[in-house]
Antibody, heavy 127, light 107 residues
Framework: QVQVQESGPGLVKPSQTLSLTCTVS??????????WSWIRQPAGKGLEWIGR???????NYNPSLKSRLTISVDTSKNQFSLKLSSVTAADTAVYYC???????????????????WGRGTLVTVSS | DIQMTQSPSSLSASVGDRVTVPCRAS??????LNWYQQKPGKAPKLLIY???SLQSGVPSRFSGSGSGTDFTLTISSLQPEDFATYYC?????????FGQGTKVEIK
């Protein structure tokens, strides 16, 4: 079955760039009409949507992070990636990658939901 | 941004109880509302999408209702494995946003 898995450094120094990759396995990342998203969760807190990318390269970012954020896709590797610059302790969180899907029923297109999640990876920002 | 409010932040219930988890949007979102279940140390799991559609493989004791600004997740008969935190999420407009979660605890 299709799976997604995050990878990247677990420790990043303040002011540096956080880089994570999500690898899609079990199917082509380009198959179907999916958006691929990053979501994070600080310890003991709620979920924050970071941004999304379509396999065409089209992106949407959370305005709260937009100035520091880049999400890219490499279809040849079946991966998409996150880069968050100038990190601070406030960026410490579990980072999830997830697949965004939409119903195929008439009138329901655009009602996006996250149907597939990675296990998450903890990124700590500390010197 | 659309604010999603989940109150209470926690509730206590017993096995077999009917449990309702409310969620309110700061503006109308039609039925662009999803529900997730999260257990400690695990990724969220999709339960309900488009306000009332049950995700494949999710037990039928879970149901969703509502439209506009007020939504409800209902668990018809709480099971031991249902003790978890539940999040609502809107996909009406970017940035997509989540509620702060409601933790369902054992009474």
């Amino acid at each position: 079955q299709v799976q997604v898995q995050e990878s990247g450094p677990g420790l990043v120094k303040p002011s540096q760039t956080l880089s994570l990759t999500c690898t899609v396995s079990g199917d082509s990342i380009s198959r179907g009409s999916y958006y691929w998203s990053w979501i994070r969760q600080p310890a003991g807190k709620g979920l924050e949507w970071i941004g999304r990318i379509y396999t065409s390269g089209s992106t949407n970012y959370n305005p709260s992070l937009k100035s520091r954020l880049t999400i890219s896709v490499d279809t040849s590797k079946n991966q998409f990636s996150l880069k968050l610059s100038s990190v601070t302790a406030a960026d410490t969180a579990v980072y999830y990658c997830a697949r965004g899907a939409t119903p195929h029923r008439p009138g329901e297109a655009g009602k996006w939901y996250f149907d597939l999640w990675g296990r998450g990876t903890l990124v700590t920002v500390s010197s | 941004d659309i604010q999603m409010t989940q109150s209470p932040s926690s509730l206590s219930a017993s096995v077999g109880d009917r449990v309702t988890v409310p969620c309110r949007a700061s503006q109308t979102i039609s039925s662009y509302l999803n529900w997730y279940q999260q257990k400690p140390g695990k990724a969220p799991k999709l339960l309900i999408y488009a306000a009332s559609s049950l995700q494949s493989g999710v037990p039928s004791r879970f149901s969703g209702s509502g439209s506009g600004t007020d939504f409800t997740l209902t668990i018809s008969s709480l099971q031991p494995e249902d003790f978890a935190t539940y999040y609502c999420q809107q996909s009406y407009s970017i940035p997509w946003t989540f509620g702060q979660g409601t933790k369902v605890e054992i009474k």
